[in-house]
């Protein structure tokens, strides 16, 4: 079984900056990719950002050039620097364990934390 916590959420001025990590249970963190979703308030669960097991980076489109994903493999962490933030950006954040080689879909990740509050006040 693996367990996914993130932490580091919080309020924020539109502007200015967070960084979320998400610690991974279990010994095989380096061998899949990782992602970061979000769920705005009334609106649905949405991509935000992905890591390979390669560390290759993508991102939605809303998040790229503000946003930048990394982990660290030694300490089975992911971690999401969103930088620029604006009232948009509210929502809760998972972070996931995906299944496949570049996952965006929700169905391709299997295991998720139970969120972060990101709350940007304008």
């Known amino acids: 079984q693996v367990q996914l916590v993130e932490s580091g959420g919080g309020l924020v001025q539109a502007g200015g900056s967070l960084r979320l990590s998400c610690v991974a249970s279990?010994?095989?963190?380096?061998?899949?990719?990782m992602g970061w979703f979000r769920q705005p308030p009334g609106k649905e669960r949405e991509f935000v950002a992905g890591?390979?097991?390669?560390?290759?980076?993508y991102y939605a489109d809303s998040v790229k050039d503000r946003f930048t994903i990394f982990r660290d493999n030694a300490k089975n962490t992911v971690y999401l620097q969103m930088n620029s933030l604006n009232p948009e950006d509210t929502a809760i954040y998972y972070c996931a364990r995906g299944i496949g080689a570049r996952p965006t879909a929700q169905y391709e990740y299997d295991y998720w934390g139970p969120g972060a509050q990101v709350t940007v006040s304008s």
């Open positions: 890591i390979t097991w390669t560390h290759s980076k």
């Open positions: 279990g010994r095989t963190f380096s061998s899949y990719a």
